[in-house]
Every structure is written in structure tokens, then in C-alpha cells.
């Protein structure tokens, strides 16, 4: 919604920069964990998702690293674009059974020419 | 196909009224569920259905009402408005019930006065 993302962390970033953006999650028990990308107005749109056992995972111009030692996942965006600007959620599923996801805070991310 | 379409976009409740909100999707998902967002935080998991007949509670499941009589349909009723319940709900549903990413509709923004 229009107030989405008051108060988050801004990760700001030069056009054609890469972005990283990070998330500790909750649940060591967690097996399931996704990255959404939100813009004004809109609803989440997937990004990417990861199971807890795999350690990366690649999409088109995105990578999913999870890191369950520390529970720690990140998104890098490479070669970011001005449409990249969006507030990020990382979400861990920690039912280990349907999808009731836990959803962090978020990051802004401001893409600047 | 339309997605996940949530209606209305906007809507104005006194305090003690009811409302439901509407929620369909034409991707034949099994699973279905509804998310409240509040300014600076995440989504929070409300109430959530695993198919036509079944639903169970969210995170924050007090002051609302589901049910699932068809595949498609998952309305979401507030029985009596309270200004704690002004947010941006957002409606999901995914194919499988377990590990399985959610697509989002683009929300209702809803205020209580």
C-alpha cells in the first residue's frame, strides 16, 4: 500500500550497480524461505525461493544465498535497474508444513541514475 | 487469466460495522490466504484455507471471519470494525498447500474511523 516501507532500511544504489540486500530469519527449523519485491500500490510479486537444503539458488539477474548456520538469506540483484526500486521482503515458512509464511520488515531499495 | 482479484480496492468503515472482502482467484490454487499490512512492518498471516471446506488461523486471526465454499472464493468478513483493524489486506493463494510460492493480489486499503 501507499505507506508501505515508512521507517524501513534504504539500501541506495547507482544504476547498473549490484545490490545486495539481507535478511536474518527467525526459525532454525525453518525449510522453506522466498523473496518478495513490492512497489507502491501493488501486492508482493515474487522474486525467487529457496529450500534450507540448498545454499544458493539463481533466477534471471537475481541470486538467493541462505546461510542456516547464522540464519541468514540475502538477494543480490545484479546490474540494477531504476524498476528494481521496491521494498524487498525476505519470508521464512516456519509451520514445516503449509505455507504459513513469517514475513521480516522489509529494505527499500532505491535505484538512482 | 486474471490472477488473484481482490475487491474493492478502497473502503471507509465506521467503528462496529461489517464488511467482507472479497477475494477470488481463476488459477485453480488449492491454497489461499489473507495477509494484513501494517506501515513499516511485513504481512501477517490472518486466516489461511488448504482447500474448499478447510480453513484454520493465521497469526492474527481475532475480529475476522473466513470461509471456502468453492475453490476459487475466499471472503474475508469483519464482523464488527474496529480502528486497530485499519490496514491494507492482501489476499494470496498458491497451487500446493506446502512450500509453494504465493501469488498476491493487489490489495484493499481499509479504513476504520
Known amino acids: 500500500g501507499e505507506n508501505v516501507g515508512l521507517h524501513l532500511p534504504t539500501l541506495s544504489v547507482q544504476e547498473g550497480d549490484n545490490s545486495i540486500i539481507n535478511c536474518a530469519y527467525s526459525?532454525?527449523?525453518?525449510?522453506?524461505f522466498i523473496w518478495y519485491k513490492q512497489e507502491s500500490g501493488k501486492g508482493p510479486q515474487f522474486i525467487i525461493d529457496?529450500?534450507?537444503?540448498?545454499d544458493k539458488r539463481q533466477g534471471q539477474r537475481v541470486t538467493v544465498l541462505l546461510n542456516k548456520t547464522v540464519k541468514h538469506l540475502s538477494l543480490q540483484i545484479a546490474a540494477t535497474q531504476p524498476g528494481d526500486s521496491a521494498v524487498y521482503f525476505c519470508?521464512?515458512?516456519?509451520?514445516?508444513?503449509?505455507?504459513?509464511?513469517?514475513f521480516g520488515a522489509g529494505t527499500r531499495l532505491a535505484v538512482h541514475p | 487469466n486474471a490472477g488473484v482479484t481482490q475487491t474493492p480496492k478502497f473502503q471507509v468503515l465506521k467503528t462496529g460495522q461489517s464488511m467482507t472482502l472479497q477475494c477470488a482467484q481463476d488459477?485453480?490454487?488449492?491454497?489461499m490466504s489473507w495477509y494484513r499490512q501494517d506501515p513499516g512492518m511485513g504481512l501477517r498471516l490472518i486466516h489461511y484455507?488448504?482447500?474448499?471446506?478447510?480453513?484454520d488461523q493465521g497469526e492474527v486471526p481475532n475480529g475476522y471471519n473466513v470461509s471456502r465454499s468453492t475453490t476459487e472464493d475466499f471472503p474475508l468478513r469483519l464482523l464488527s470494525a474496529a480502528p486497530s483493524q485499519t490496514s491494507v489486506y492482501f489476499c494470496?493463494?498458491?497451487?500446493?498447500?506446502?512450500?509453494?510460492?504465493?501469488?498476491f493480489g493487489d490489495g484493499t486499503r481499509l479504513s476504520i474511523l
Open positions: 494470496a493463494s498458491s497451487y500446493g498447500t506446502v512450500n509453494q510460492p504465493q501469488h
Open positions: 526459525n532454525s527449523a525453518s525449510d522453506y
Open positions: 529457496i529450500r534450507s537444503n540448498m
Open positions: 519470508a521464512e515458512n516456519t509451520s514445516l508444513g503449509y505455507n504459513k509464511l513469517i
Open positions: 488459477m485453480n490454487h488449492e491454497y
Open positions: 484455507s488448504v482447500g474448499a471446506g478447510i480453513t
